[in-house]
């Protein structure tokens, strides 16, 4: 692969994060008594797109592989894209904190589901481990804003 698509796919997949935490950042000023959750979850995500470039850097010296095949830039664009409108609606006045927390859930759980790390590989422990506190990280947020959602969904009495 050449070097220009794999910084362009790591590039990529950090913006992702940063996006994801802008979405935060957006429900934090939105939904004031979430605060706490929503920007520590957008100071991690800032922390995730910190890890991907780095690990970036482990990938053109050669101490990690990178799988393309795994994904592909207009993907992560068009999820990328998806994010920045969800980022939109939270000036909708009628938006409620139970349809911020399944957004969120289901973006966390995409991620899961869809193995997003995994496009990384490496033989290093290090890097490895690192791998994993990414996807453990993830698992963390979304069990997290699903604690939230049904603590929300009770407070509201929605079933």
Sequence with gaps: ???VNQD???ETLAESEETIGRLYQAYASRFPEYNELWMGLA???KNHAAWIRN???KVHAGQVFLQADRFKVPAIRTFINHTEKEIETTK???LKSINALSVA???EDSLIERKYFEVFESDSTELKKLLQDLAKATKTHATKIKTEWDKERQRT???
């Design 92 to 94: 909708n006045p009628a």
């Design 105 to 107: 859930f289901y973006i």
């Design 55 to 57: 690990l970036g850097e």
């Design 8 to 10: 362009s796919i790591i």
């Design 1 to 3: 692969m050449n070097q």
């Design 157 to 159: 009495g929605k079933k």
């Design 43 to 45: 100071d991690q995500e």
